[in-house]
Structure formats: structure tokens, C-alpha cells
């Protein structure tokens, strides 16, 4: 037969070794709060946080591949921007030969 735990856990005051909550709940806020910060930050800014976030989950992502599949990535990254730089050069000689529109 399954017992049910009817112990209630109180979080502890990360200080004293417990574990943290957010800042959200040790202010007694709703947990929708969070939501509406999210939605008050400027959409550029949200933009930027998505973005570090995806980064961080490919460089996670790229930490786990085995190590030949992750040197090959590593080289195929170092000349996708060798030619990107490459292809800028040349854009900026292109621009700076054209001349000038009438």
C-alpha cells in the first residue's frame, strides 16, 4: 500500500543552506509577475535574451558532441568566417569602386 506524505515543505533561507526561491515569491508576488516583467522589457531587449539563451543551449549542445564530430564543426565554423570576412573585403572594395549613383 502507498502512503501518502502529508509533510509540508518550507523552503529555508538560502543564507542558512536552504534552497533559493525567486525573488518573485520571497516578495509574496504571484508567479504571473514574472510574466508581466517579461512583457514590460523592451523588445529589443527580450530579443537579446532569447538570443543568449539559444547560445547557450548550442554551446551546451556542441560540449556534448563526441570529439571528431566537434573538431570537424570547429573547422567548418573557422571557415564559414574566414569567408564571410573574405566576402566583406570584398563588398567594401565592390562599394568603394562603384561610382557615385546620379
Known sequence: MIQEN?????PLDPQAGGTAE???SWL?????E?????ER???RHRKELRL????????????????PSRLRLDAAIAE???LTRRIAVLLAEVTRRAP???
Do not use: D, F, I, Y
Open 6 to 10: 502529508n509533510t509540508k515543505v518550507t
Open 22 to 24: 525567486s525573488g518573485e
Open 28 to 32: 509574496g508576488r504571484n508567479r504571473s
Open 34 to 38: 514574472k510574466r508581466r516583467l517579461w
Open 41 to 43: 522589457l523592451n523588445p
Open 52 to 67: 543568449l539563451a539559444e547560445a547557450l543551449a548550442l554551446q551546451q549542445n556542441h560540449a556534448k558532441l563526441p570529439e
Open 80 to 82: 564559414l568566417g574566414r
Open 100 to 102: 557615385p549613383p546620379r
